[in-house]
């Protein structure tokens, strides 16, 4: 049985494995000249493999790993040592060292009471990401199931604000402390003062790296290893990868998903396609003249969060020097992050969603090339930063090369504070904007994990209307990207899962 699957992100590149392992005969079309799509190292600055877009590891499942034998195929996770530490404002400090131990705080007056407030949000967190990590491999889970999994356990805070509540409101419960607040923020994909961002602290908390639950490390080589292993382990199992090779639709015969025209006028002809792009352009874009029901257009023309994120790397003449780091010996290994005040995040909400720039930027910031020797030439180093949120166009007009410079300026202008000299150390920059995300990536609603991953997103929620899971209303054509269940970070669930769902539906064996 042929199977056609068009892009070849993470997802795409997983499923393409499992089936193949199952003997269908796979080939995955993907339209730029390397594998990876969001999860991918591309080498910007010579002689600098840079992870472009993904930069940190922890939700990949171990499941894959071992089945699809990715360590065999080069993939090396790694734990930095220490793990994380967060930037607050006025000097202050949330350290978290690598062995487990309790961190290190500055932030302002701290009571007693705050202090254990923020033990127990985490542990709290943990606890509830652990328990419903199992349900991402249950694809029919609703999220009042994970709801009442949480009240079931005693987390009844999380459990009311899961999907309807912020994760302010939920830190409001834990801990007065409003740096400690800050730093929390953090945690989550866009705004913590927004509806649903619990739910998105506690994905993340289902990451996994070495072993150790809920731990994010990196990945030797940077992130486009993982995309690489994946696709090795599924060439050796007979996969075809053909890059450069865009997908101009699909074809749908009598309701039925028949192949691909490919953008330079080519059939190729499937008994299944499967689609790595968003749901919503899926519909929209690669199956023209297909007539969708009235509920379906609605989902997939309602209007969608205008927040997205960014992504600047610095290409550096040495590390810039960060006092609060040296001040605890720090060796600029692992998670920096950038917290802004409680105030900054709430007044930037509404900037960003009417397309302005962040004024707080918050920030996530690594030295890859302290740990990575593979990464770049020796004592040589760059530096990648995720700005969290940015509007999907600038004031309504797409990000462009001049727009980028207010990127960088202002991200100068919010490390500055942090690191003096930031600005004399940077030799060049490379920006990946919201507008980037689509016409260089290929991720056509410029959101990181296909479509949003607020409550009115996730779960049951995710699916097409009137479809199961990774279905989609044409026969035989299914959905396998981070816009489908469990998607969402480099976590290769939704193409796992998408394999059973095929392989159920036509039979075990091709
Ligand atoms: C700025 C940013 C930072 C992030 N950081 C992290 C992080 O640190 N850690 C983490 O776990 N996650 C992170 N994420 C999220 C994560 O990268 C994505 O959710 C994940 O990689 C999506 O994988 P995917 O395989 O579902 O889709 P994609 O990676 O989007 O792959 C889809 C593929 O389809 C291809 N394609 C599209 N249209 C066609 C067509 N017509 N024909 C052929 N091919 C086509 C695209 O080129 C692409 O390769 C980040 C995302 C962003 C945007």
């Avoid at 998607?487 to 539906?505: H, Q, R």
Wanted: contains cysteine; aromatic residues 8%.
């Amino acid at each position: 049985m042929k199977v056609g699957i068009v892009g070849g992100g993470h997802n795409g590149l997983v499923l393409s494995g499992y089936l193949a392992r199952d003997g269908f005969d796979v080939t995955v079309f993907e339209a730029r000249e390397r594998v990876g799509g969001l999860c991918i190292t591309e080498e910007i600055f010579p002689g600098h493999q840079i992870s472009t877009v993904a930069s940190y590891y922890g939700m990949f499942r171990r499941q894959i790993i071992e089945d699809l034998k990715l360590d065999a195929h080069g993939l090396k996770p790694y734990l930095t040592d220490p793990a994380e530490i967060v930037l607050l404002p006025n000097n202050g400090y949330v350290f978290t060292p690598r062995d487990g131990s309790e961190s290190k705080i500055a932030a302002g007056e701290l009571s007693e009471d705050d202090r254990k407030g923020w033990i127990q949000f985490w542990t709290d967190m943990g606890k509830g990401a652990a328990l419903i990590g199992p349900y991402y491999y249950q694809p029919k889970t609703t999220r009042q199931q994970l709801v009442d999994l949480l009240r079931e356990n005693d987390l009844n805070v999380l459990a009311d604000n899961l999907f309807d509540g912020s994760l302010f409101d939920v830190f409001d419960h834990y801990c007065k402390n409003p740096y400690l607040k800050a730093a929390a923020a953090t945690c989550t994909p866009g705004f913590a003062s927004n509806k649903g961002s619990v739910f998105g602290c506690m994905h993340h908390g289902t990451a996994e790296t070495c072993g150790i639950e809920g731990a994010w490390g990196q990945v030797r080589g940077g992130m486009g290893k993982v995309s690489e292993s994946i696709a090795s382990s599924a060439q050796a199992s007979g996969v075809k990868i053909k890059t450069g090779v865009k997908v101009s639709s699909i074809n749908v015969v009598d309701g039925r998903a028949r192949g691909v025209l490919l953008e330079d006028g080519s059939v190729e002809e499937f008994d299944i396609v499967v689609s790595n792009v968003d749901p919503y352009s899926t519909l929209k874009n690669l199956i023209p003249g297909v007539q969708l029901s009235d509920e379906l257009n609605r989902q997939i023309n309602s209007p969608m969060t205008q927040v997205s994120a960014c992504k600047v790397h610095f290409l550096l003449k040495g590390l810039p020097t960060f006092p609060t780091l040296d001040s605890l010996n720090h060796n600029y290994a692992g998670i920096i992050v950038v917290a802004p005040p409680v105030d900054g995040v709430i007044s930037d909400f509404k900037r960003v969603s009417n397309g302005q720039m962040p004024e707080n930027l918050m920030m996530t910031m690594a030295f890859p090339t302290v740990t990575d020797d593979t990464v770049a030439p020796a004592g040589q180093h760059h530096m990648n930063i995720d700005i969290h949120t940015m509007p999907v166009t600038n004031n309504g007009e797409p990000w462009n090369e001049s727009s980028k410079e207010l990127i960088r300026a202002a991200v100068i202008a919010a490390l500055k504070p942090f690191a003096p000299n930031i600005e004399e150390m940077i030799a060049d920059t490379f920006i990946v904007t919201p507008e980037d995300l689509k016409t260089r990536y290929g991720a056509s609603t410029a959101m990181c994990w296909h479509l949003p991953l607020t409550g009115e997103y996730v779960f049951e929620k995710r699916n097409l209307a009137g479809c199961e899971p990774y279905g989609s209303p044409v026969e035989n054509l299914f959905l396998c990207g981070a816009g489908t269940f469990g998607g969402g970070n480099v976590t290769g669930i939704a193409g796992y899962n998408c394999a059973k769902v095929v392989k159920e539906k036509i039979g075990v064996r091709a």
